[in-house]
């Protein structure tokens, strides 16, 4: 089993910026690909952001590549999403997800969520 408490999730105008915080339970971290997602009021929840195990390897939606940057810090069992250049329209709540390296496909470990608000 693998827990998943995220963090970071504020109000922030327009521009600004923001980073999300995921600390994991799993005791061997750097076997697990780590993802973000989000769910706007209304709307499905969707892939924002990925990477995998020993950090190496990212990949990103194409509505936050160049703004948002995906990192891990295995020794601190935390992945981070480094959100910049925020519009309205990323306000979602925003989850981190966990799979085994060795699966391609669903995550089966979520976390709580924690919100994000851009104000414009």
């Known amino acids: 089993q693998v827990q998943l408490v995220e963090s970071g999730g504020r109000l922030v105008q327009a521009g600004g910026s923001l980073r999300l915080s995921c600390a994991a339970s799993?005791?061997?971290?750097?076997?697990?690909?780590m993802g973000w997602f989000r769910q706007a009021p209304g709307k499905e929840r969707e892939f924002v952001a990925r990477i995998n195990g020993n950090g190496d390897r990212t990949a990103y939606a194409d509505s936050v590549k160049g703004r948002f940057t995906v990192s891990r810090d295995n020794a601190k069992n935390t992945v981070y999403l480094q959100m910049d250049s925020l519009k309205p329209e990323d306000t979602a709540v925003y989850y981190c997800?966990?799979?085994?390296?060795?699966?391609?496909?669903?995550?089966?470990?979520w976390g709580q969520g924690t919100q994000v608000t851009v104000s414009s």
């Open positions: 997800a966990a799979r085994s390296d060795t699966v391609v496909g669903q995550y089966p470990y």
């Open positions: 799993a005791r061997t971290f750097s076997k697990y690909t």
